[in-house]
């Protein structure tokens, strides 16, 4: 009998999708490697939205009809599925739904933290606002204001990591200033975090610390971080933590309570195109007390309040009903309801344990690639990673080997610096001087001497076949590296091409769809001059 896994792994949109490729006039099977960036859609999403909008499409929070309130129960119902998900406490947590991800997650906690209004006196003031300022502004706000703006001046410090994705690092800098940031170093021979230095920053500067800010999983090496263990060093400061969970939830079991209360999460943001649900929004869950009580942080208007005069309105004390206002992006919360409540049936353990087996073989076979680097430990035991890993081939730019592998073999994988450029640099080992050059390089527009890496990154429906493919094809590309690098060619961008090759066929655009649909033209991307049809 088919396990749950099994079937949910074989049920994603896409996975039989074969493309056209050069050299070979058969179409390859796509394999698709980067999932860190945006997984796949499984069915149990398509069926699921496919039977809401036929059976209760309708605008949410009304009682007026019916289909309105099984809107309404069903954005709830998964508000309660990504919160069981993570390990939320109904009754000290909140579960916002955000835009954009986990970078609007992040920058919905940075504006709560540090109001956009009362910015100026940390970012403006290195060595701290005058005493006089602070007071003047003090008397023009409320209780809570006061409050916030006296944990902002008592604690203007934030700590994040060198292994940060952009969307937990700008976001900070944004809040506090670049003076007030503090960066965690990473080894540059295993990738992983260097938690002594952690503790440095801490133990010298935690008085003054707001919040520790680092990844669940990096998305660039797959390394896990001991967050828990974070968790404490934070609290024993006085400091709270965020994780950004984005790459971590989708890949093992995430508890943001622990026995011990101080190796509890305070915040955890998410993805929903990362866990399955394209299209869907980000989360923040996170802890109740902190939010509750303060001024409305995003938009303001429908649904957010208890009463509108011309001359005031009233905000609700629900913290999800004041941060969601407006219609909400009804058809994505309800799909990250569908695969919070899929993988809490599968189990996140099961998911995690098969990945990893995978990941082992994954790390084995590039090893054996010849001229392969591969960044980060790859001892597992040693240094945890989930189902992500960075390499480069030697001899070839990392732009080169990304186009060949979907040219010639239909692989997908992603290249560049992954949103990461700090970390990607500490790896590689770019120095002051090398960075100056192909930072004024980039400045006008050449792209070409930019540092990168290429990424490949597994997900529920990732089999040991995939890695197969994979390891041949780089295998190939190994072999015939003076070859292709003749035959590429670079641009300014940083895009190469196959030189006199004709370009490879599209696969979808929405004029065609609708074209289709009417009856009229085939798909415009269906053929491609000297080229066998795509299917």
């Not at 609290?235 to 709270?240: E, I």
Request: charged share 25%; glycine share 10%; net charge negative.
């Amino acid at each position: 009998m088919q396990s749950a896994f099994d079937r949910f792994a074989k049920s994603f949109l896409g996975l039989e999708r074969r493309d056209q490729v050069f050299e070979d006039r058969a179409p390859r099977r796509r394999v698709y490697l980067d999932t860190t960036a945006t997984s796949l859609m499984p069915e149990v999403v398509w069926r699921g939205l496919e039977r809401y909008f036929d059976a209760a499409c309708a605008n949410s929070h009304t009682e007026a009809h019916r289909a309105g309130r099984d809107t309404t129960r069903a954005i709830e119902d998964s508000r309660d599925a990504i919160g069981r998900l993570v390990g939320y406490r109904r009754d000290s947590d909140v579960v916002l739904f955000t835009a954009n991800g986990a970078t609007g997650a992040i920058n919905f906690l940075a504006r709560a933290l540090f109001p956009s209004e009362l910015r100026a006196v940390n970012k403006r003031f290195p060595a701290g606002a005058p005493r006089e300022f602070v007071q003047a502004l003090a008397g023009t706000l409320g209780e809570t204001g006061r409050a916030v703006l006296g944990e902002m001046v008592e604690r203007p410090l934030v700590v994040v990591t060198m292994m940060e994705h952009h969307s937990n690092l700008i976001p900070w800098m944004e809040a506090v200033g670049h003076h007030n940031l503090r960066a965690v170093r990473v080894d540059p021979r295993t990738g992983a975090l260097n938690l002594g230095d952690l503790e440095r920053i801490l133990s010298t500067e935690g008085q003054r610390v707001r919040l520790v800010s680092v990844t669940g999983v990096s998305n660039v090496t797959g390394i896990v971080n001991p967050v828990h263990a974070i968790a404490r060093m934070a609290h024993a400061v006085g400091a709270q933590i965020l994780v950004d969970g984005a790459q971590w939830v989708p890949h093992g079991r995430v508890e943001m309570h622990a026995t011990d209360p101080s190796e509890s999460i305070d915040y955890l943001v998410l993805s929903g195109h990362k866990l399955y649900a394209p299209g869907s929004r980000g989360a923040l869950i996170g802890s109740l007390s902190t939010l509750s009580g303060r001024r409305c942080v995003t938009d303001v208007g429908g649904g957010m309040v208890e009463y509108v005069t011309m001359e005031d309105f009233e905000i609700k004390d629900d913290v999800a009903a004041r941060e969601e206002a407006g219609t909400p992006n009804i058809p994505g919360s309800i799909a990250m309801g569908l695969v919070g409540e899929t993988l809490l049936r599968i189990g996140m353990d099961v998911i995690a344990e098969r990945e990893h087996r995978l990941t082992e073989k994954l790390v084995r076979r590039l090893e054996r690639v010849a001229g392969l680097t591969l960044y980060g430990s790859t001892d597992l035991s040693a240094v945890p990673r989930a189902g992500v890993v960075s390499f480069n081939l030697a001899g070839l730019h990392y732009g080169l080997v990304a186009a060949y592998l979907n040219d010639f073999h239909d692989i997908a994988v992603r290249h560049g610096c992954f949103c990461a450029h700090p970390y990607v640099k500490a790896l590689i080992g770019v120095d002051g001087q090398t960075e100056a050059s192909y930072r004024r390089e980039m400045l006008c527009g050449d792209r070409r001497n930019v540092p990168g890496m290429v990424r490949a990154s597994l997900g529920v429906y990732s089999t040991e076949d995939d890695v197969e493919a994979l390891g041949e094809a780089l295998d190939r590309l190994a072999a015939r590296a003076d070859e292709m690098s003749g035959r590429y060619r670079g641009g300014l961008d940083g895009r190469f091409q196959l030189a006199g090759a004709p370009e490879l066929p599209t696969t979808y655009a929405v004029g065609d769809e609708v074209d289709a649909w009417l009856g009229g033209a085939a798909p415009r991307g269906a053929r491609a001059p000297g080229l066998v049809e795509t299917h």
